[in-house]
């Protein structure tokens, strides 16, 4: 089955400081999304991805996928406490609609 | 503009006791409705789908139910609550089609004790 290995599992960045986590998956995406969750809160969607080597940028959050679709990277350039949370990506398993997988997330924090 | 309900926020329940949690959709007709169990430690997992009144898939084998008795509202029930059913759970919704996104509602954090 796929699975989705996110890293790293946490991080703890300077307010202003770049970071990048990666999603790595066991096989060849489909569909590549980034979802944000604030701490007991539901999640937000980030942005969707689908082509290979394709690229997207909203504010300060960039997301990309690799030529061979099977790894994604999301960078915060600047980060702020705002950015503060637990990222997670998700990946189309194909079939059902919606029936996403799951990494385990990254829980983000910044210091300011 | 469409909105997802999901309560309550927060539930402490007994072992052995039901549960229901609801979801209810606005803005919106003939989504699709999902419910997602995300345990400390573990991603994010998917419970059940529905593509419609009635039409419910379950992903996983475990002592949850899922009900979709109107076009908006989508039930999560247990008739009798275990300890591993501790865990956050979340509805989601999507829009008839492939690769829609899902919104997220805010969330139930179960407690089981």
């Known amino acids: 089955s796929q699975e989705l290995e996110q890293s790293p599992q946490s991080l703890i960045v300077q307010e202003g400081k770049n970071l990048t986590i990666n999603c790595t998956s066991s096989k060849t995406l489909y569909g590549l999304y980034w979802y944000k969750q604030k701490y007991g809160e539901g999640l937000i969607f980030l942005m969707m991805?689908?082509?290979?080597?394709e690229e997207k940028s909203h504010e300060k959050i960039t997301a990309k996928l690799d030529e061979k679709k099977q790894q994604s990277s999301l960078h915060i350039t600047a980060s702020q406490p705002s950015h503060a949370g637990i990222y997670l990506c998700?990946?189309?398993?194909?079939?059902?609609?919606?029936?996403?997988?799951f990494g385990k997330g990254t829980k983000l924090s910044v210091k300011p | 503009s469409q909105t997802i309900h999901q309560w309550p926020a927060t539930l402490v329940q007994p072992v052995g006791s039901p549960l229901s949690l609801e979801c209810t959709v606005e803005?919106?007709?003939?989504?699709?409705l999902y419910w997602y169990r995300q345990a400390a430690g573990r991603g994010l997992q998917l419970l059940f789908y529905s593509v419609g009144i009635g039409q419910i898939s379950s992903e996983v084998p475990q002592n949850l139910s899922a009900s979709r008795p109107q076009d908006r509202q989508f039930i999560l029930s247990s008739k009798k609550l275990l300890l591993s059913d501790s865990g956050f759970y979340l509805c989601?919704?999507?829009?008839?089609?492939?690769?829609?996104?899902?919104?997220f509602g805010s969330g139930t954090q179960l407690s089981v004790l």
């Open positions: 998700g990946a189309d398993r194909g079939g059902s609609q919606g029936n996403l997988i």
């Open positions: 803005g919106t007709s003939n989504p699709n």
């Open positions: 991805l689908q082509k290979g080597g």
């Open positions: 989601a919704w999507s829009a008839d089609g492939t690769y829609e996104k899902l919104f």
